[in-house]
């Protein structure tokens, strides 16, 4: 079965940039669409973004847009996050998240903002705090 492991969270100021990573253990991260979600204290879970199969495609919520960027290594086996330019609004626990094997997620057809219900394997998460 698919253990999805975050990490890379942590405390930054208004402004700042983390990175986060998504690995994964005997299994490649290539034969998974990955998506990015997030959840603030007393608010729903939210997609963040996502990266295809291929890493050809990619999505992103429109409050994200121009500041996170999803990409693949494929060497490493990981999935990362890119977040720069972070604000007090971005804080809450981020997961990872991945549909079943070769299933053909983050498509047009399957935006991430509406289409959490289709990933079967989350991460434990890891918490971003932006605060100054």
């Known amino acids: 079965q698919l253990q999805l492991v975050e990490s890379g969270g942590g405390l930054v100021q208004p402004g700042g940039s983390l990175r986060l990573s998504c690995t994964a253990s005997?299994?490649?991260?290539?034969?998974?669409?990955i998506g990015w979600f997030r959840q603030a204290p007393g608010k729903e879970r939210e997609g963040v973004s996502c990266?295809?199969?291929?890493?050809?495609?990619?999505d992103y919520r429109d409050s994200v847009k121009g500041r996170f960027t999803v990409s693949r290594d494929s060497a490493k086996n990981a999935v990362y996050l890119q977040m720069n330019n972070l604000k007090p609004e971005d804080t809450g626990v981020y997961y990872c998240?991945?549909?079943?094997?070769?299933?053909?997620?983050?498509?047009?057809?399957?935006?991430?903002?509406?289409?959490?219900?289709?990933?079967?394997?989350w991460g434990q998460g890891t918490q971003v705090t932006v605060s100054s």
């Open positions: 998240a991945a549909p079943a094997s070769y299933y053909p997620g983050c498509t047009p057809q399957r935006p991430v903002t509406k289409s959490s219900g289709e990933y079967a394997y």
């Open positions: 005997g299994v490649t991260l290539n034969e998974y669409a």
């Open positions: 990266i295809s199969l291929t890493g050809g495609r990619t």
